[in-house]
């Protein structure tokens, strides 16, 4: 079975705090995406990545940056938090690109901001 | 813009009862089409998906949904619910990229 792991199920944090928001995948995909659910608004995609180092903009990337280094860790990174940016944060991977590939999610990151 | 429209946000339901969730999309070339579901506490998972072939995509635990083109639309149904079914309900279609667009949800509520 695919894991998708992300670092923290519950985060606190302060305004102006950088953040760090890790998430690991064990089956070797390729893809890898961060989304935020918020209520009423579904999941929005935030960024993702297709390679090692290739990010891409999602819908809403303003105020987020991404990493990823390595092949199976997607880090997402809120430069200085605003509570605006307390949601739920789901990281998800991939196998490839394809219209068909089925996405595999982690448990989410419940972030608060102060 | 793409988009994925869920019309019912909330859903309330009795055990036994059958179960039709609204779906439409908003892109007129080739589409995959997806439902996830997100159980309480639980991460969310793929129910079905339809990329080609029959339009009536059989799911995991009784779940089905019918692509029809002509409308647009991926219904989700299931002819008798159960209490387990309780959750929230994603739609969601991928066309000539990487991203997934979802629709806002529905979170259905079984009673038992």
């Known amino acids: 079975d695919v894991k998708v792991t992300q670092s923290s199920r519950y985060l606190v944090k302060r305004t102006g705090e950088k953040v760090f928001l890790e998430c690991v995948q064990d089956?070797?995909?390729?893809?890898m995406f961060w989304y935020r659910q918020d209520p009423g608004l579904g999941l929005r995609l935030i960024y993702f990545?297709?390679?090692?180092?290739?990010?891409e903009k999602g819908d809403i990337p303003e105020g987020y940056s991404v990493s990823r280094e390595k092949k199976e860790r997607f880090s997402l990174i809120l430069e200085s938090a605003s509570t605006n940016q307390t949601s739920m944060y789901l990281c998800?991977?991939?196998?490839?690109?394809?219209?068909?590939?089925?996405?595999?999610f982690g448990p989410g990151t419940r972030l608060t901001v102060l | 813009a793409q988009s994925v429209s869920q019309h019912n946000h909330h859903v309330i339901l009795s055990e036994a009862a059958s179960l039709e969730l609204g779906c439409n999309y908003s892109y007129g070339g080739t589409v995959n089409l997806f439902w996830y579901v997100q159980y309480p506490g639980q991460h969310l998972q793929l129910l079905l998906k339809y990329f080609s072939g029959d339009p009536l995509v059989k799911g995991i635990k009784g779940f089905e949904a019918e692509f029809i083109k002509s409308k647009f639309s991926f219904n989700l149904r299931k002819p008798s619910v159960q209490w387990s079914d309780t959750a929230e309900y994603f739609c969601a279609v991928i066309s000539g990229t990487y991203k997934y667009i979802f629709g806002t949800g529905t979170r259905l509520k079984v009673l038992a």
């Open positions: 990545s297709y390679d090692v180092k290739m990010k």
């Open positions: 998800a991977s991939s196998l490839r690109t394809g219209y068909t590939d089925t996405q595999y």
């Open positions: 089956m070797d995909h390729e893809n």
